[in-house]
């Protein structure tokens, strides 16, 4: 907690210190403090980011990329953005500051106030390579949270920079590569073949644990493995999203495994959802004779 939220609850500065100097309040940085116990999870460490960098202060480049799940990173040092004026570095944070954030750019994740994913990927631009701002890209499209008007619209907000000019780029080369859904099937089930999976069943129709029919892309009834392909960039709501997440759910219920590639995955990344297919095949091949018990000699 910031000491202006713990003056809200009616302490003084005497006050905090004395808990601090007890143990009931431990500092994290300068006026700002963990309640209870020193240890933080990895949001409280992000929060407390924020926290010690003001109001205008959110989370925002690799750090946000790391709370949005788009891609994983072991930097010890929280990425925070701030709107215009002047701010002095502070140990462990890194401070971005911003003339180009707008409220579109900013919204609020589990407590903690963050760039949007769209504004995310831009400033991913300036600060990773290549390749990495693709692997942040796919993966939002995975978990549905890939918006390419949100996307064109923070490009223009953000201006030229190096973040825009290169995510423009990526996007440019990702929409080369969109598939027909035919085409995407043809693809993957070369990739099947190829990893010397069995055939699977297309677009497959079955019944889910609630009465629901759902129609699965690529479904190995045996293996109990459903494969949902997505051949574009996707705009899904938050609506679609929960509904895409309760079907998981759901197959999952019924003991199969959901597993969702890119269509950029299946063009261009063909060795990996090779080893993937086969990883998750084996897995369920074993887990079946498991539960078969030895056979007699």
Known sequence: MALRQLASLGLSRAAVSKRARVGRLHRVHRGIYAVGRPGLTANGRRMAAVLACGLRALLSHRSAAGLWALLATSRAVIE???SGGALRQRDGIYVHRSC???????????????TTVARTLVDLGDVVNRRQLELAVEQAEVLRLF????IDEAIARAGPRRGSALLTSVLEESSGMTLTESELEERFLQL????????????????????????IDFLWREQRLAVE???????????????????DQLLRIAGFEPVRFTGRQVAREREW???????????????????????AA
């Not at 073949?193 to 889910?208: F, H, I, K, S, Y």
């Open 147 to 150: 918006d390419r008007r949100a």
């Open 192 to 215: 099947c073949r190829d990893a010397g999976l069995p055939e699977p069943e297309v677009n497959a129709w079955m019944t889910l644990p609630d009465g629901t029919p759902a129609k």
């Open 273 to 295: 959802v090779k080893r993937a297919l086969l990883a998750l095949a084996c897995r369920a091949d074993d887990e079946r004779s498991g539960r078969a018990g030895p056979q």
């Open 229 to 247: 392909t997505d051949g574009h960039a996707l705009h899904r709501t938050r609506q679609s999203r929960e509904r895409d997440a309760r079907r």
């Open 100 to 114: 180009t954030l707008t409220a579109e750019d900013i919204t609020t994740v589990d407590g903690i106030p963050c």
């Open 80 to 82: 925070v953005s701030v």
